[in-house]
């Protein structure tokens, strides 16, 4: 059993390393940091979408920029996970589909200039493809977060973190490193100490 354990914790450094090593991912934490910043202070909103783990993943990162990162004393910043609302969300899926969950939110909530980030290991969950559609129609900016094929999502991001992984609990590590490290830089931008 220690030998698997090894092995687990070495292939997320391993994913993590890769992360480390990537210039182009680097720069564009860089460059989604900065967008996400000037997003809030022209009066726009952040939004997640996600399913399973990504959705769990979707709504911690949310409640770091709405709550609080490194700086207790700051004032919350516009974020919202799109699934968190359960009526909606099974009342959307029973009259319509579980596809259209997220795209009918991008139509009725977001406005031109947010940001939505969303998160799918595959890049090929339905319901966060017609949320990319539907935002790209409205003029919202899309972030994928994906493994390394980057699916459906590919084309339909404007910014794609597709981490050099084909293996889900390692691309999920991943992605929240990527959104602590982004949350942190936005945070420090718009609340320097």
């Not at 966060?128 to 899309?142: M, P, Q, S």
Request: hydrophobic share 40%; glycine share 8%; net charge negative.
């Amino acid at each position: 059993m220690q030998a698997t354990i090894q092995q687990i914790f070495q292939s997320s450094i391993d994913a993590k390393q890769q992360l480390l090593a990537s210039e182009r991912l680097l720069q564009l934490t860089e460059t989604v940091s900065v967008l996400i910043t000037e997003a809030f202070r022209n009066g726009h909103r952040l939004y997640f979408c996600g399913n399973g783990g990504s959705a769990a993943d979707a709504q911690h990162l949310a409640a770091e920029f709405t709550g609080a990162f490194y700086n207790r004393n700051r004032p919350a910043l516009p974020a919202e996970a799109l699934h968190v609302n359960t009526s909606y969300i099974t009342a959307a899926a029973n009259d319509y589909d579980y596809n259209s969950i997220y795209s009918r939110l991008v139509e009725g909530i977001m406005q031109s200039g947010d940001v939505l980030v969303g998160l799918s290991t595959s890049g090929n969950s339905g319901n966060v493809v017609k949320a990319f559609e539907a935002a790209r129609a409205k003029g919202v900016i899309t972030v994928g977060m994906t493994g390394e094929k980057g699916g459906a999502l590919r084309p339909l991001s404007d910014y794609l973190f597709d981490v050099p992984s084909n293996d889900t609990p390692r691309i999920q590590e991943c992605h929240m490193l990527i959104g602590h490290t982004i949350c942190q830089l936005v945070e420090a931008q718009i609340f320097p100490a």
